[in-house]
């Protein structure tokens, strides 16, 4: 399968000259191969959710993928990819930890827990297991809770106290060294806020950094959750990005990469897709910034330019 019926053309040419030699016979309207014993090789596309319906009741013994399927068009966050998405291992007890929380209640909340690579480690992708370097200072987040339904953007309506309850019941055991959340629930209005709620049940934050789009081209923001989720500019060559995910983290999979331009704000997110999970990252990587990188040096001019 490929996303069109033309980027299939090379592989379907290949293919023949390899199964031409076995019997296997050509369907060019069945897009298939067919040997003589009733074995079939079809080629197939799948390019939105809704090609998913022409395959209902089907039965394969295996299915083969031959493109990044992970690339998003438009997207906000262009340089994701499978590199970003890693098999579950066991955090080292000395990396320092954090979670990061964007409220809601009507809306889903969003809480991410993040460990902090202290040194360059071994880690394998979970799309094909290659082996790549976690970088020093390089963002994991090994675990997530999403509140919702299940139904798009549509939250579970838990109060403050409840929500305090599960973050602290799934963190428990855990040395989590601060805990960083959207300004918002840090507001009193006639009563105690959310945040000294949430404090109260025994889950503290501290107001995070909202700043979505940096002014002068200050690197902040949605810039730099964008900086992470990229190669390392700095890194070797088998070195991973400076943001990746567990596996397990299926939201954060399912609703970041997929997030657009506001399109009356190029440089901004869409804040009509189901962005909360974003907002919380972006609260995480604000909350360890990258440090900017040193200019290069002056170069001298050439003998020939001096001497001109």
């Known amino acids: ?41 079809a080629f ?32 906000f966050f262009d340089k994701w990819s499978g590199r970003n998405i890693l098999a579950p291992f066991q955090i080292p007890p000395f990396w320092s930890r954090f979670r990061s929380f964007d409220w809601g209640y009507a809306a889903p909340f969003s809480v991410g827990w993040w460990a902090v690579v202290s040194d360059k480690t071994a880690a394998r992708l979970d799309l094909g297991g290659e082996e790549i370097v976690l970088p020093r200072g390089a963002l994991v987040r090994y675990r997530e809770w999403y509140g919702s339904t299940g139904r798009p953007d549509e939250g579970l309506r838990l109060e403050a106290e409840a929500v305090a309850a599960g973050i602290a019941e799934r963190e428990a055991g855990e040395a989590i060294v601060y805990g960083v959340a959207d300004p918002s629930i840090f507001r009193q209005d006639g009563g105690p806020s959310i945040g000294e709620r949430m404090r109260r049940a025994g889950v503290a934050f ?103």
Request: charged residues 30%; neutral net charge.
């Open 206 to 308: 501290r107001p995070a950094d909202n700043t979505r789009v940096g002014k002068a081209g200050a690197l902040s923001g949605w810039d730099q959750l964008r900086a992470r989720i990229g190669p390392n500019p700095n890194g070797e060559s088998e070195e991973g990005p400076m943001l990746a995910v567990f596996a397990t983290c299926r939201d954060f999979i399912r609703t970041v990469p997929a997030l657009q331009h506001d399109p009356a704000r190029p440089e901004d997110l869409d804040t009509a897709a189901e962005d909360h999970v974003a907002d919380e990252a972006r609260y995480a990587c604000l909350s360890r910034p990258l440090p900017a990188r040193r200019p290069p040096a002056p170069t001298r001019p050439d003998d020939a330019w001096t001497r001109a």
């Open 1 to 41: 399968m490929r996303r069109t019926r033309v980027a299939l053309e090379p592989t379907i040419a290949r293919a023949r000259v390899i199964y031409g030699a076995e019997w296997a016979k050509w369907a060019e309207a069945k897009s298939a191969f067919v040997w003589p014993s009733g074995a079939a090789l």
């Open 44 to 75: 197939r596309h799948l390019d939105r959710d809704a090609d998913v319906q022409a395959y209902q009741g089907h039965a394969y013994s295996r299915v083969c993928v031959e493109g990044d399927w992970s690339i998003v068009e438009g997207a």
